[in-house]
């Protein structure tokens, strides 16, 4: 049988969500906890797959995988989640026929970047945000990937830029992705939106055939994968009971850094006056 899991994972600590020899990821924890479970005997045979790939540092709260057991009541989430890390937790289960896959029956996914909102003209971001919309060719916000050349053409649906707070959250919804490709469109607009580039050239990097640059793409710690979408989507057996209590843990964590965050202030030295030391 095909288990279908929607997990969540804090994506500091991992070199990415897909399994690599001698490195930490999210699949490799998630099939560990699965050997230990008894729901799959081996990793081969498991076919463990997932709805997208994320990079070191990237985080999830809704990340998709499957993978086939002949022990499935043990894959429970609350039942998983005792052998997890704290920093992956499964939180909806679902059956799903042999034939679904995650990645390529996926309709769209949703992203979120969050950064700082200091010194961004917030109205230039969204002016330029509009130029994102519809199908274009995003080769000049992509990473090059020499040994497996496709199609670079995708279509973003919705991008959506707020201010909250001392945060600017940036919201794109997108039919796929290519690697890297959402942070490299918000390292655009970070450049229109403190006045290094003007709008235009949002509009010239979206015509790779006549212009071509590369660029940074912004820092992944800033990066969360939302939601992912299907037609028609599985019938999902939510676990409140794992919601609750990673909730709870993350309540506790996002207080504490808040206190570290304040703590931290206090380290930013401003420089007095009087001779340096060399």
Known sequence: MKVAL?????????????????????????????????????????????????????????????????????????????????????????????????????????????LNADEHDISKMRDAAKLFIGEHNFSNFAKKDKNNPRSTVRKVEKLDIRSQGPVIKIDIVANAYLWNMIRKIVSAL????????????????????????????APAYGLIFLEVQYDPEPEWMIDNYAIKHTNDFYTRESNRFLVISTILEQFVMQPEKGQDLD
């Open 190 to 217: 970070t450049l229109v939106g403190n006045g290094t580039r003007d709008i235009e050239w949002i509009g010239k990097m979206l015509d790779p055939d006549n212009y071509e640059e590369g660029i940074e793409p």
């Open 6 to 114: 929607k997990i969540g994972y804090e994506g500091t600590h991992f070199s990415g969500s897909q399994i690599q020899p001698d490195k930490r990821t999210v699949e490799g924890e998630l099939l560990k906890a699965l050997l230990e479970i008894g729901v799959i005997t081996d990793t081969e045979t498991a076919d463990l797959s997932s709805s997208g790939r994320t990079d070191a540092g990237v985080h999830s709260v809704s990340q998709v995988v499957t993978f086939l057991t002949d022990n499935p009541r043990m894959a429970l989430p609350r039942i998983l989640n005792s052998k997890l890390p704290r920093d992956v937790w499964a939180w909806a289960y679902a059956e799903v026929s042999d034939d679904f896959d995650p990645r390529r029956h996926a309709v769209r996914r949703k992203y979120r970047y969050v």
